[in-house]
């Protein structure tokens, strides 16, 4: 049974995805959350060709956006999880340049979590080496159970009929 529930979220509509899985996994569990989100420094200054140079006032006001967009993004997902009846606690964590997977994996850790349930994108191919996989290295790397969550599929554009 699981007790004790980590969420990444970060606002996609696949994160949501996973939060309402979760949601319903703790309800049927009596379980509690744990809402984590990360603010990552580093896609500030991250540009396509590597580091680019800001001002140092932009980059400062720009991670202050980043964690007040992350305070409320936590803050309503806390409204959320509580109006479904489930007890809920957030964490707010910062990186600049350490993989976002690896706070999560040590944060699941540190709060003694019995499993991880996040969205994942599902990206194959090309597109995943590009971009990258959170929820991939977080399965690779944690020995707690994840549940991963899809995002939902592209409705298939109809074919002309002949």
Request: hydrophobic share 45%; proline share 5%; aromatic share 4%.
């Amino acid at each position: 049974m699981f007790r004790r529930i980590l969420v990444p979220i970060d606002g996609s509509p696949t994160s949501n995805r996973g939060l309402d899985e979760a949601i319903d996994l703790a309800r049927d569990q009596k379980a509690k959350i744990c809402l984590l989100h990360v603010v990552d420094e580093l896609v500030v200054t991250a540009g396509i060709d590597g580091m680019v140079y800001m001002p140092p006032d932009y980059v400062d006001d720009f991670v202050k956006g980043l964690r007040a967009g992350g305070t409320k993004l936590l803050a309503r997902a806390e409204a959320k999880v509580r109006k479904r009846g489930v007890a809920v606690e957030t964490v707010l964590l910062e990186t600049v340049g350490r993989r976002v997977a690896d706070l999560i994996v040590k944060q699941a850790k540190k709060w003694d979590a019995d499993v991880i349930v996040l969205g994942t994108h599902g990206r194959r191919g090309l597109s995943r080496v590009v971009m990258g996989s959170d929820a991939e290295m977080v399965l690779r790397e944690t020995p707690l159970p994840v549940l991963l969550v899809r995002s939902p599929l592209r409705p298939r554009k109809r074919r002309a009929q002949r």
